[in-house]
């Protein structure tokens, strides 16, 4: 495929819309030509900064996926989680490939269905990709390449801390904040699911799940603000996953892959420490290039350079024909793990990821707290 210019609808014009738009504007071969939501004023807001911060020719404004150009070549879906497929499955039916926000959707039977679509769509040259921007952090990167080199030895554990605060406000600022319907879930969901999917890429498929979770701290709030996980991976490794929105003040997110000749530690999306081939010695400044420090996700400047490595990797594929470095089946995979979680902590009981997967686990009927 030619180098040409790639169209970009920007599908959900909030908080998130706008960091994709920062992100989007700083990836060479991507050009910003719509927006689409139904409250014409944030449409109006996410055109404005494409002009005014972003300097690009302002966007047709649209209220439905239905009504942009014909001839739009990626459409970035950032609305709440409950509504993702749906939005992608009508962006495929007019020919455009797609990038959605994470997480999939909040429901497996969903993400199963988008995983037939993305087959097919495959077959007529059409991707559909899930951010996941902390895959191409350079510090993951270096952690990911020791783990499957072989050079930690054999993969025995890990352990993963997500110590975030999120405000009651926070919740109150939005319907679908904190609702089983279209924010899917809490602390896992929401602020721990990139963490669930580094998991999955250090340690491999994920065999078996165990849970708490709890709501402590906040109100009016119908998911967990606080879990507590065991993973069993295929491999025979064992993780485990705290995850929060009630710890004040917030900490950095912190992830450690121990094996039999090494430990890769991730702290707020940095490298921190990583032993290699059984010896003592940090050899963490070796691995990560100078000047790739990203900082806090949050922060909107990092969140653009983060995403947009993601980006490059999702223009380069479309050229080249090929799959995206994260597309439909990792993404179903971290949905399973974050579904998995829920069922569990609402039965008392392990849930196996395949049985999930597969359809044979009902993860629908979910709650915070456990048996009633």
Known sequence: MTDAILDVAIVGCGIIGVNHARAIASTPGL??????????AATARLADLVVDELGGARPSAHAEIESIPADVDMVVICTPSGSHVELAERAVARGMH?????PLDVSMERGRRLAEIARDAETRGIRISVISQHRFDPGAVAVADAAHSGRLGRITSAVASVPWWRSQEYYDSGAWRGTWELDGGGAVMNQGVHTVDLLLWFLGMPAEVFAHTALLAHERVEVEDVAVVTVRFESGALAVLHATTAAFPEQPVRLAVHGAQGTGIIENDQLARL?????????SADWVPE???LGDDRNPQAFAEGH???YADIVESIRD????????PEALRALAVVRGIYVSATTGSPVRIADLIDGTVDDTNVRTGGIA
């Open 308 to 310: 947009a490595r993601q």
């Open 321 to 328: 024909g090929r799959a995206s470095r994260v597309g439909v």
């Open 275 to 283: 032993w290699i081939d059984g010896e003592p010695t940090d050899r």
């Open 291 to 293: 000047g790739h420090r």
């Open 31 to 40: 050009r910003i030509v719509a927006v689409v939501d139904e409250v014409p």
């Open 98 to 102: 797609v990038v959605l926000e994470k």
